[in-house]
């Protein structure tokens, strides 16, 4: 069974992987661009024939100084993603320009 605070590790450590400065819902007051922010937005458990399944939802938040800078570690992140054994699924992505900065954004499900 799928146990929330390893899938939680597993993706913290992904990042930090590609970005040092990543952090779990908000990002440190005075961070310096660029950072990532994750969370979790969703757990439930769905039915199966087999038992339950824990079904588990997570934003990821890229913000950059500049666009570009953010399609980059945007598609960095994409790319890991696709090579997780977690096999997340893409199911929305935004952008938007918000206190100084870009944000792309990417919600996935495992």
Avoid: C, W
């Avoid at 199966?48 to 934003?59: F, H, I, M, P, R």
């Avoid at 935004?94 to 919600?107: H, L, M």
């Amino acid at each position: 069974m799928v146990e929330i605070a390893e899938v939680t590790k597993e993706i913290y450590t992904m990042l930090a992987d590609i970005h040092k400065n990543v952090f779990p819902i908000v990002a440190t007051e005075g961070t310096s661009l660029p950072f990532i922010v994750f969370d979790r937005s969703n757990a439930y458990d769905t039915g199966t024939k087999d038992g339950n399944q824990l079904e588990l939802s997570y934003n990821i938040r890229i913000v950059t100084a500049t666009y570009f800078d953010g399609l980059k570690l945007l598609d960095d992140i994409r790319r890991a993603l696709r090579y997780s054994a977690l096999k997340p699924t893409l199911t929305s992505a935004s952008e938007e320009y918000t206190n100084d900065g870009f944000v792309q954004t990417i919600s996935i499900s495992i």
